[in-house]
Structure formats: C-alpha cells, structure tokens
C-alpha cells in the first residue's frame, strides 16, 4: 500500500478515520475547556496540567489489568462504546458546581477505559490495513490528529472566551457521541483477534511476552518516554501563556502534522529507519530555550518546531509492527498507548509540581533536559538491537519448540 487513495478506499477505513476525527476533536476541545476551568477554580499549574494529562495516569493499571480485552473484545463495539462512555463523561463535568475532586475521579474512570480502547482501535486499524499498510495509515491518522489538534486548540480557545468552559465540555461531548455513532454505522462485525475472556492473567502473560524481547523493550521505552516528558512542557502552555495557550497547543499540532508527514510519505525507508532518535533529540531541544522565557510568539515557533520530532513515533511504530504476532497486536499497541499516556500523565504532574515550585518556565526546561538525556541514554541500546541478527531467524524464548519468533505487527 502506498498511496493515501489506496488507503481510502480500502474498506472500513473511512469510517474508523472518522470516528477518531470527531473523537480526537472532542479531546483536544474538552481538554483545553476543562483546564481553563480548572486553572480559573484553583490557579494551580499542577492541577491544571493533570485536569488535561492526569486521566493517563490511569493508564497503568488498566496496562496491567485489563489490557488483554483490547484482543478479545468485538472491535466495533468496544470502538463505539469507548467514545459513547467519554461522551458522558465530559457531559458530566460540565454539570455547574461539580467539585474538582469528582472531576478528576471521572477522568481516572475515563483513562481505566481508555487503557483498553486504543489498543481495539490501533488493532483493528492493523487488521483492516495489514501490517504492511499500517505505517502509512498510521501517518495518516496522526496528520488527521495534528489538523484536528490544530482546530480543536483554536476553536476551543474561542468558545471558551465567547461561551463559557462548561458550553464547550458540551459541545465536545457531542462530538464524542458522533464518534460513537459514526463508529457503529460505519464498521462492520468483527471477531475478536484472541479466544478466551479478558484477565488480569492473561495480560500479564502478554507483557512479559512482550517484554521477553531486548529490542522490544527498547522500542517501547522510547516511545514512552522522552516524548512523555516533552508532553510535560506542553501541559504547562495555560499555566505559561494563559490568554495564548490556545495558539501554543495549535502550533504544536502544526508541527507534529509536519513531521508526520514528512515521517510516513516523503521520506524513504532506509532513511527513515535511521531518523528515529534524531527526531526525539529535536522533538525536546527547543524547549531548552523557555529557560529565556520568550514571548507568545517565539515560543509558539519553537513549540512548532519541537513537535515536528514527534514524527520519531511513526519509525519506532513501524519496526515495532514488525516485531509483534497478530493475536497480540491490539495488546502490542494497546501497551504502547498505555504506557505513552501514563507517562504524559506522569510527566504532566511532575512538571506542575516544578512549576509550582520554581516557574513553567524553568519546569519545561528541566523536562526537556531530562527527553534528551533519557534518548541519548537509550540510542546505543538500539543501535546494538539493530546490528544483531533479525529477530525472526531466531526462536523466540517463551515460544514453543521450534516456532519462529514474533515477526511483523504494530
């Protein structure tokens, strides 16, 4: 597969890019009304950032309880169902005097579900591409979520000035429940990848699995962490720039959708491959910078700048994918969107509680200091992976006798 028309007209694509359209657009528009209202209850920058981040902290315990249902629950359903239950949810928050605690209790709600739901949606997405198409279908989902981030940001930037934050929740969870609808009119019935009832032993058998795999383990540490931590900078952007976040977090999404782009269309494979941690070096570089507290404008520039190296999570994706078998390849990339969230979660608290302690500023500094140091830490580790023998040639430790190792997947 190597057109975008291709992609397109592959059944039951359209309607799964849709859905996520409508639902990625309710997130980045309820995210940015529930931390405006937030910051305007409690004037913290910690509480802030984790009204916006703090759900994907949940993400852990689902990744370690209820991560085996992203395989073995029906695709369709659980797609529909997760953007029908966050619909709810942010209809809820937008009740008038709801006290903060109750508001991040339905976000842990809100991320124990999500836990699961990106790996049905990243799975499903691999079994109606084939693992060959999923590189460039994932590119196209993530520029879709860099045009939808850019809109969302801006759009509610403006509905929360002209209406007010609990409108706008409003209207976010109607384009949530247009997810739900788009996603059970559009797909059709599907089996579940893997037999058998979801568990807590189940998925933990997956993760070390999983696990079992140096490279593997590589991979999925850099894809959790050093973009985790430059998500800490930008769950500062209210707390840096409270009348500008809105053109912060639209920038952003500018240059992530650059680099994605770039990442899954225009860059040849062999060079692609070799991209991957120059990409993380650029995605937390610019924000070094904040240290000089820029004004609006450039620090809206260098956050464009930044997210272009977001683009790095599209080459991890693509030899993950390869290294993965297809009964786990909802519970592969289900664990990587779990453990992504968790540490933007993670790293969402941390960089509130610097700034709470010294300034946003100097939090992001320290945040983006950290990205690099965790790449730079990490790059000779996958250097060696990939100078070994293809992990295919070899049996993989927790396999049967004489069955060839995970090859190909998410």
Known sequence: MRSYSELFRTREFTPLFLS???RIAASTVSGLALGTLVY?????PLLTGLSMFGPSLAQ???????LSAADRLPPRAAVAGVALVFGLGTAVMAVPGLPVWTVFALLLLLGLVQSFGGGVLW???AEILAKEGYLLGRSVFNMMSGLAQI???????????LLSPR???LLAAGLYLAAALTARLGLTPRAPRASGRPSVARTWRANARLFSSPERRTLYLLLWVPNGLVVGCESLFVSYAPGRAGALFACAALGMFAGDVTTGRLLPPRIRARLGIPFLLLLATPYLFFVLRPGAAVAAALAALASIGFGASLIQQERLVALVPDELSGHALGLHTAGMLTMQGASAALAGLIAQLAS?????????AASIVVTLSLAPSLLRHRAAPPEGQRPEPSAPRGRQSEVNSP
């Open 151 to 161: 809109t969302g940001y801006a759009t509610g930037g403006v509905l929360v000035v």
């Open 40 to 44: 305007r209850a409690t004037g913290s």
């Open 60 to 66: 852990v315990v689902g990744a370690t309880t209820l």
């Open 360 to 368: 946003p500023a100097a939090a992001m500094t320290a945040m983006a």
């Open 123 to 125: 799975g499903l997405l």
């Open 20 to 22: 996520s359209c409508f």
């Open 167 to 169: 409108v706008t929740l």
